[in-house]
T-cell receptor, first 112, second 113 residues
Framework: DVKVTQSSRYLVKRTGEKVFLECVQDMDHENMFWYRQDPGLGLRLIYFSYDVKMKEKGDIPEGYSVSREKKERFSLILESASTNQTSMYLC???FGRGGPQHFGDGTRLSIL | AQSVTQLDSHVSVSEGTPVLLRCNYSSSYSPSLFWYVQHPNKGLQLLLKYTSAATLVKGINGFEAEFKKSETSFHLTKPSAHMSDAAEYFCVVSDLGTYKYIFGTGTRLKVLA
């Protein structure tokens, strides 16, 4: 079974802090994704990566950056956290184009 | 352009009765279609996938879905609901050959004892 592990289930940070969310997958998938999920807005894609050191902006990249130095790890960085970034963050990985995504359990991030 | 419409935001069924969650899609090319389930404070779990093979797709936990190209639908069904099926369900479409996934807005399933 594919396992996608997000480093924290719950995280509380302060405005202005630099925040790192980590995601690791164990199935050698080349594609990895970061989404945020908000009530009434559904899942929105922040960034995705289709190979090591490659990244593409999703629908809402503002205020975020990503890093993919190794195939199994994809990090989401909030450069200067703001209260409107309080959300559930979901990481996913997939093999090939259009293949099923496998999700982690999510990180519920609160910015105070 | 791709799009997904989940026709019901909330569905309530009694335990032991059939479940039907409706999904319509539009896609320019040959789509891949997926159903996911999300329990509270958890990630999305893949229930089943359609990728241009058999039109009737069987998934985990007794769920299945039928791809109907003429109706552009991919409805999720289960013959008999269980209390543990109470969750939110998402229909997702992706065009083969792309990295883009379009998520429906979700259907919250309530199972009454």
């Amino acid at each position: 079974d594919v396992k996608v592990t997000q480093s924290s289930r719950y995280l509380v940070k302060r405005t202005g802090e630099k925040v790192f969310l980590e995601c690791v997958q164990d199935m050698d998938h080349e594609n990895m994704f970061w989404y945020r999920q908000d009530p009434g807005l559904g899942l929105r894609l922040i960034y995705f990566s289709y190979d090591v050191k490659m990244k593409e902006k999703g629908d809402i990249p503002e205020g975020y950056s990503v890093s993919r130095e190794k195939k199994e790890r994809f990090s989401l960085i909030l450069e200067s956290a703001s209260t409107n970034q309080t959300s559930m963050y979901l990481c996913a990985s997939s093999f090939g184009r259009g293949g099923p995504q496998h999700f982690g359990d999510g990180t519920r991030l609160s910015i105070l | 352009a791709q799009s997904v419409t989940q026709l019901d935001s909330h569905v309530s069924v009694s335990e032991g009765t059939p479940v039907l969650l409706r999904c319509n899609y539009s896609s320019s090319y040959s789509p891949s279609l997926f159903w996911y389930v999300q329990h509270p404070n958890k990630g999305l779990q893949l229930l089943l996938k359609y990728t241009s093979a058999a039109t009737l797709v069987k998934g985990i936990n007794g769920f299945e879905a039928e791809f109907k190209k003429s109706e552009t639908s991919f409805h999720l069904t289960k013959p008999s609901a269980h209390m543990s099926d109470a969750a939110e369900y998402f229909c997702v479409v992706s065009d083969l050959g792309t990295y883009k996934y379009i998520f429906g807005t979700g259907t919250r399933l309530k199972v009454l004892a």
